[in-house]
């Protein structure tokens, strides 16, 4: 792909309830910091994409929430109703078409003002799944216990995982700071292996010339009814990575970010993604620090650029999600500038 | 890189369409598009999907309709923007190509406004500030009457010109097999219609059908019937309706803006002249005229005149619609992706009884949002 | 074939939406009986609702003040058709008249309900005053309806 690389990025700190900010003042606050960041402004940006979720925002058309604090009126602007992961593909292919040289690309997500269980459960086929009440966390549940069935392990390495994770996101300022216990919540997941509901939001700014490049992407999206699919394999995971790698021209990776939602999660994308031992896997905390909607792998993105552009490796990837359980995975692979 | 469309499917677009599921009706498109683009499913390299979630009450409808879309196993990615979703999926195809990230990408866009029950409005309402819009928006209806009154003051338009519109539009959709309402109405008819949101009554306005669009975008149409995307642009607007028309801007502001780039993108100095068909989203017959303008087809104030002079009729010198358009089909999340599909037909020559003659240039707008607006232009040669 | 099945699902979801920290105060300035706009200087601006990126750069609106609360109305409808209303689930009642004003001393318009019910006695240019509730709440409800002033 014709180079693309990222300007700069910015992240909220990410908690349980945001009530002195509406998506207007959550955007302007990410993008204001971006701005202060990189030392842009509105005037040099020439596109803007955007991720959020109408369900989760209780409002179709969520993105008319930042307009004004994106910049967007007079400008070509659009949005991704998915993960701000998969957004990005949209915003980069803005850039590698030649119509646009910037683009701005933000994404929000507010578990606090809606119902994350409730929403989930309107994710699910109407007909045959929505009536026994399935929602997220159940589907996490399911997924944990086919998981650990067919690898043929205990319960205990869902609590060591969401440990290690918890560990990570501790030394992350932007991390969820919760005191999620270690009771059941969804068989086998107990609530601190399930990645928590936050607000926060993310921005990033593409272009040309940035100290960290995006080298290669791939996404694949697997079939709606959980029975149509083996939930203790990574599913179409390995498609999209093999992809990005393939595009990216690189074999391995020295840093990851992954959207886990639940610890199982963080086990079996691992396995997906073909990560070896000595790849540093989430270093933030990854999801399991904090999980705000479709920015969730936006973050994720931002984190690895963050550490390349520190020189903290030179290659990283970063994952995205949307669906339940994995239904639609995304792929970056970041290359540091050299 | 060059992106040519080189197929088009639609379902026939209904008030209800009770025999199909989701999935079903949009794989009746899918079909249509992959058989006219005479190419197979593993031809498909990417999909954008987009449908608008709180209207059929499905969170993560995309994902849901992965079986319709052909998506198992490929890149689908979701774009929702209101009313443009149609428009906005075009181009998001337009530019997934022209990246070179992908060959060929088809856009999918679908609506079944019967699932929600004849609660539209509900759901449009919810589109703004839920503090200090939402209490008085009565959906797109009322936030158009808005524009109605504003044109019919500046301008004194009567209710039988704005009228007009939707008669020839009418007159039009009886051509389409693909579209929902074929009615003939009369412009008696249309004023005597019951009064919804003043200044508009029920025909002025656009109904809400069941349906289905797929478009098939490539880089390399090898000697398929190809319609070359000339010029495509998109330009926002603000966060509040409140804001719209601040200062020197009016409601067709950004309809204005992105045609002149559009126009700019493809080279054209006089678009009156230089296009051969128009397929606009018209959500209502005021904003038909508001917006006509807007394009340059006419003067300020002058679009009541182009109607009546027949201009803008099938065998006219610009004809607005041959489709019927919006005001007789109306599937939201494919509405904007038809202007499209019938425009790039115009192109191909492929449009049967709504043919125009001898279509070179034809352009497709889209409408959504907080008065925002998108334009593709697209010409028989790249 | 049979007759196909169609199966009804009302999905009851809440939300409470944040005013955030502009809207806050407008509300609690309503609850007082007062219109608060946010003014950006450098463009200028004076925007009703106040919020916190300025429509023309998009920058940061650093001061509230407050305006006259009278405008003028710059168009006007009548909605007579019913429909759900979204936040309470049953039919708003009908039918009920609504502009867009613009504050004296503001750059853009107010959207909110006009005590007139009759649109052929209103005209776009017309002076409209806010009337506010006697007892008031700290809500937009605290603002009854625009009266025409001519």
Not at chain 1, 143 to 163: D, I, N, T
Not at chain 2, 135 to 154: D, H
Not at chain 2, 352 to 366: F, H, K, L, N, S
Not at chain 3, 112 to 140: H, I, M, T
């Amino acid at each position: 792909m014709k180079p693309v690389s990222i300007l700069g990025v910015a992240q909220t700190k990410h908690c349980a309830r945001r009530d002195d900010a509406n998506y207007m003042e959550l955007a302007f606050e990410v993008i204001q910091d971006l701005f202060r960041k990189t030392g842009w402004s509105h005037d040099r940006v020439d596109t803007i994409i955007s991720a959020s979720s109408d369900f989760w925002d209780g409002r179709t058309i969520s993105e008319i929430a930042i307009q004004d604090p994106a910049g967007a009126p007079g400008k070509s602007a659009s949005k991704v109703s998915m993960d701000g992961a998969f957004a990005l593909i949209y915003a980069a292919a803005r850039i590698a078409s030649g119509a646009f040289k910037t683009c701005l690309v933000v994404a929000h997500g507010k578990a606090s003002e809606g119902e994350p269980r409730a929403i989930a459960n309107a994710g699910f086929d109407p007909l045959f799944q929505r009536p026994i009440g399935i929602d997220d966390h159940t589907a996490l549940g399911l997924q944990a216990r086919r998981f650990l069935e067919k690898r043929g392990m205990l319960g205990s390495v869902l609590a060591e995982a969401a440990a290690q994770s918890a560990a990570a996101a501790a030394k992350n300022p932007n991390a969820h700071r919760r005191a999620a216990k270690h009771v059941l919540a969804a068989d086998p997941l107990h609530e601190d292996e399930i990645a928590p509901d936050s607000d926060g939001a993310c921005a990033l700014l593409l272009g040309e010339g940035g100290p960290v490049e995006l080298a290669g992407f791939g996404c694949a999206t697997d079939a709606h009814q959980l029975g149509e699919r083996d939930l203790g394999d990574p599913g179409v995971l390995p498609r999209a990575s093999l992809e990005a790698h393939r595009m990216a021209g690189v074999r391995e990776v020295d840093v990851a970010e992954i959207h886990d939602a639940s610890s199982a999660q963080t086990l079996l994308w691992r396995e997906g993604l073909g990560l070896p031992e000595r790849v540093a896997l989430n270093p933030s905390g990854g999801a399991m620090g904090a999980q705000p909607g479709f920015a969730t792998g936006l973050v994720r993105v931002a984190e690895v650029c963050e550490r390349l552009a520190r020189g903290e490796g030179r290659t990283g990837l970063a994952h995205g999600m949307t669906g339940f359980v994995g239904q639609a995975h995304c792929v970056w692979i970041l290359r540091r500038r050299s | 890189m060059n992106v040519a469309i080189i197929g088009c499917g639609q379902t026939n677009h209904r008030s209800r369409r009770l025999d199909v599921s989701a999935p079903e009706l949009i794989d009746e498109a899918v079909q249509l598009a992959l058989s006219d683009a005479r190419i197979g499913p593993d031809g498909i390299d990417a999909i954008v999907v987009g449908n608008m979630e709180h209207f059929e009450g499905i969170h993560l409808s995309d994902l849901w309709a992965v079986e319709g879309t052909g998506g198992v196993g490929k890149p689908q990615i979701k774009v929702a923007t209101g009313g443009t979703t149609g428009s906005s999926l075009a181009q998001a195809a337009y530019y997934l190509v022209a990246s070179g990230f992908y060959r060929t990408v088809m856009a999918v866009g679908w609506e079944r406004l019967s699932d929600s029950e004849g609660e539209t409005t509900t759901g449009i309402v919810t589109a703004f500030d839920p503090i200090y819009e939402r209490p008085t928006l009565a959906g797109a209806v009322s936030g158009l009457a808005i524009l109605a009154c504003q044109y019919q003051a500046k301008f004194k338009t009567r209710a039988e010109d704005a009228a007009l519109v939707v008669v020839q539009a009418r007159e039009n959709a009886a051509r389409n097999p693909h579209a929902h309402l074929t009615k003939p109405v009369t412009v008696a008819d249309v004023v005597k219609s019951p009064l919804l949101s003043s200044p508009i009554r029920y025909l002025d306005m656009c109904p809400t059908s069941d349906g289905a669009c797929a478009v098939v975008f490539t880089s390399d149409p090898g000697d398929r019937k190809s319609a070359w995307a000339r010029g495509v642009a998109s330009r926002h607007n603000h966060t509040y309706l409140g804001d719209v028309a601040e200062g020197s801007a009016d409601f067709k502001h950004t309809l204005k803006l992105a045609a002149a780039e559009a126009y700019r993108l493809a080279g054209m100095s006089n678009p009156r002249k230089e296009i051969d068909v128009v397929e606009m989203y018209e959500p209502c017959t005021w904003a038909a005229l508001d917006w006509a303008e807007a394009l340059g087809l006419c003067g300020p104030g002058e679009a009541a005149g182009l109607w009546a002079s027949g201009a803008t009729r099938l065998d006219g010198d610009i004809p607005v619609n041959p489709s019927g358009g919006v005001l007789c089909t109306n599937p939201i999340g494919a509405t904007g992706l038809v202007r499209v599909a019938e425009a790039a037909m115009q192109v191909r020559g492929i449009a049967g009884a709504r043919q125009v003659d001898g279509v070179e240039t034809a352009m497709a707008t889209g409408f959504g949002g907080s008065f925002w607006n998108e334009v593709m232009i697209l010409g028989a040669k790249p | 074939m049979s007759e196909p099945i169609a199966v009804r699902a009302t999905p009851e979801l809440h939300f409470r939406y944040a005013a955030g920290r502009y809207g806050s105060l407008f509300l609690r300035g309503l609850g007082e009986g007062r219109i608060l706009a946010s003014r950006c200087a450098r463009c200028p601006r004076t925007l009703v609702p106040p919020r916190v990126a300025c429509t023309h750069c998009f920058g940061k609106m650093e001061e509230i003040v407050e305006v006259p609360p009278r405008g003028t109305l710059l168009a006007f409808t009548l909605v007579a058709f019913p429909f759900l209303d979204p936040f309470t689930g049953v039919q708003r009642p009908i039918p009920y008249c609504y502009g867009m004003v613009q504050f004296e001393g503001t750059d853009n318009t107010f959207q909110y309900f006009l005590s007139e019910k009759d649109p052929s006695k209103l005209r776009v240019g017309q002076r409209v005053e806010a009337v506010f509730n006697e007892v008031r709440k700290g809500e937009l409800g605290d603002l009854l309806h625009f009266r025409a002033l001519e």
